[in-house]
């Protein structure tokens, strides 16, 4: 089979419904609903955002997003590229000077870290 461009792909398979499969596909025990979060998405389709939702125990934090949202898209990217993937969580841990390491655990291996 001969070898697609992105952009091949991209006229042939028509993004939205694309996602919309993505959507449907993604099955993960503890997940109670994929949904597309089109706050997400850029005008051309380039990416999308599926938005998984789950059952929580301890209900919404004002100021965060419910769910996790995944990123697909139809951009080429270079692969075996070292890049720095910021985390908004740990920023936010650091600058509100917050303790975000798990401490004094009780470990049976000390010497593995095994707990």
């Known amino acids: 089979m001969p070898t697609k461009t992105i952009e091949q792909l991209k006229r042939r398979l028509r993004p939205g419904r694309v996602y ?21 998405d850029d005008a051309a389709l380039r990416n999308a955002g599926p938005r998984l939702r789950y059952e929580t125990k301890f209900g919404s934090n004002q100021g965060l997003k419910d769910g996790i949202l995944l990123e697909g898209g139809f951009e080429q990217t270079t692969p075996n590229t070292a890049v720095t993937i910021p985390s908004w969580v740990l920023q936010f841990a650091e600058n509100k000077q917050l303790q975000y390491r798990a401490l004094e655990i009780a470990c049976y291996n000390p010497q593995t870290h095994v707990c």
């Open 20 to 40: 919309r499969k993505l959507r449907d596909k993604i099955k993960i025990p503890g997940i109670a609903a994929v949904e597309r979060d089109t706050s997400y």
